[in-house]
């Protein structure tokens, strides 16, 4: 029976289920392993399950004795690993796409809504007591519907926010992405973000977080943005230049942010929090019980199919 740590706590159900085929371990901490408990656990288990925050490094891959034949990760992003690196070593890599997609789009429209609709704003004014009535100018903000979303990065997840901005409030769709996509739904593909962020009146990155889209959204794409116009990244952190995105919410560049997501997490710049047309998410993308459960069971299927033989589900 193959010997698994998971790296923090997991839902009861998740455990239960791991434990049914699996010698599970499991870190007590919330918080991310040390440089040490990572080298510990390659060297002292055949299967690690990491989260958000292990960072599996080529340093901390290439200078310890590795018993660890697979990393499966929980979450479908996996830019804390380096996959290369685990590949030289003979470690296999996987992770837990299609069981966080809608969970993460709907967290999209929520930082859309807030942002557009200045929600934050207003539940900030109401409950300090500085709400004195209705009155016809309050907090105006923007209206969605018939707006034009620009999506960055039309995979799985920037799907589901197209579907339900273009279905769900009438909105026109235009993307970014390397390859035209065949979608249900119209979409118009843009050679660039910058092309994209001029026509857009909501801009969403959804994006993997990988070496390769490091800050690919920064000053080219707030400078083309419209005025009106608002920012959500749900992806990942790095992905966006987060000093160019301070400094064109500072100069009034662009009308607001909405972001679940930071680039040196859990660390919020002090110039985001004190930003009244900010909505600042911890990041929150699929804390719904049931799809933390499914993201947990897949892993546990990855493991399991491994070490039986049958390959893994889903492979990175």
């Not at 934050?120 to 500085?130: D, M």
Request: contains cysteine.
């Amino acid at each position: 029976m193959a010997k698994v740590l998971v790296t923090r706590p997991l839902p009861d159900a998740v455990l239960a289920y791991a434990r049914t085929g699996l010698d599970v371990d499991v870190r007590p901490s919330t918080q991310a392993m040390s440089a040490d408990e990572m080298r510990a656990a390659l060297r002292d288990y055949d299967a690690i399950l990491p989260t958000l925050g292990d960072n599996f490094s080529s340093e901390i891959l290439g200078d310890a004795p590795v018993r660890c034949r697979l990393l499966a990760n929980f979450g479908v992003g996996y830019n804390h690993i380096d996959a290369a690196a685990a590949k030289k070593l003979g470690i296999a890599v996987c992770n837990t796409p299609g069981a966080v997609t809608d969970a993460t789009a709907d967290i999209g429209l929520t930082l859309i809504l807030m942002t557009a609709r200045r929600a934050g704003e207003g539940e900030r004014l109401l409950r300090s007591g500085g709400w004195k009535g209705w009155h016809p100018t309050q907090l105006l903000g923007m209206h969605i519907g018939g707006k034009t979303v620009g999506i960055i990065g039309m995979g799985r997840i920037g799907q589901a926010i197209a579907r339900r901005c273009h279905f769900g409030f009438g909105m026109d769709v235009v993307y970014a992405n390397r390859s035209t996509k065949e979608l249900d739904f119209p979409a118009t593909h843009l050679g660039s973000i910058p092309k994209l962020a001029e026509v857009a009146d909501v801009v969403v990155v959804a994006l993997p977080g990988a070496a390769d889209t490091h800050h690919m959204v920064g000053k080219n794409c707030f400078d083309a943005m419209q005025s009106h116009a608002i920012f959500v990244n749900i992806a990942r952190g790095n992905i966006v230049d987060e000093s160019a995105l301070i400094a064109a919410l500072q100069a009034g560049k662009i009308a607001g942010a909405g972001l679940d997501v930071y680039e040196f997490e859990p660390e919020v710049p002090d110039a985001l929090i004190a930003m009244e047309n900010v909505s600042l998410l911890p990041h929150l993308g699929t804390n719904a019980q049931d799809v933390r459960e499914g993201m947990g069971r897949m892993a546990v299927d990855n493991i399991v199919g491994f070490f039986d033989g049958n390959g893994l589900l889903n492979p990175v």
